[in-house]
């Protein structure tokens, strides 16, 4: 399988973005998804989760109200708009198959990631 990011960019405090993910090579509509991000010198943070059919979707602390994920099965396509940015949200950020249980120790160790979309956040 394979997934692409993209969306990625230099916006300013208070700026949006919408990264998107084009999945490949697996049943997409099958598969809970999630964002994670790291910023320089970190470990992955879990952004979000979103569920197979897009009904139920979790949040980091740090986003909650500020970014929402959502899905498009026919489309093998997943998305997250960033609204609200702010500096710390500064980072790589990644599509990847399952939930925060693939996350350890900032590292993903699950089935499949992305190669992430640069988002930077600065004046």
């Known amino acids: 399988g394979q997934l692409v990011e993209s969306g990625g960019g230099l916006v300013r405090p208070g700026g949006s973005l919408r990264l998107s993910c084009a999945a490949s090579?697996?049943?997409?509509?099958?598969?809970?998804m999630m964002w994670v991000r790291q910023a320089p010198g970190k470990g992955l943070e879990w952004v979000s989760s979103?569920?197979?059919?897009?009904?139920?979707?979790t949040y980091a602390d740090s986003v909650k109200g500020r970014f929402t994920v959502s899905r498009d099965n026919p489309k093998n396509t997943l998305y997250l708009q960033l609204n609200t940015l702010k500096a710390d949200d500064t980072g790589t950020y990644y599509c990847?198959?399952?939930?925060?249980?693939?996350?350890?120790?900032?590292?993903?160790?699950?089935?499949?990631r992305g190669q992430g979309t640069q988002v930077t956040v600065s004046l």
């Open positions: 990847a198959r399952g939930g925060s249980a693939y996350l350890r120790e900032g590292r993903y160790i699950g089935p499949l």
């Open positions: 090579g697996f049943i997409f509509s099958r598969e809970f």
């Open positions: 979103i569920s197979k059919d897009g009904g139920d979707t």
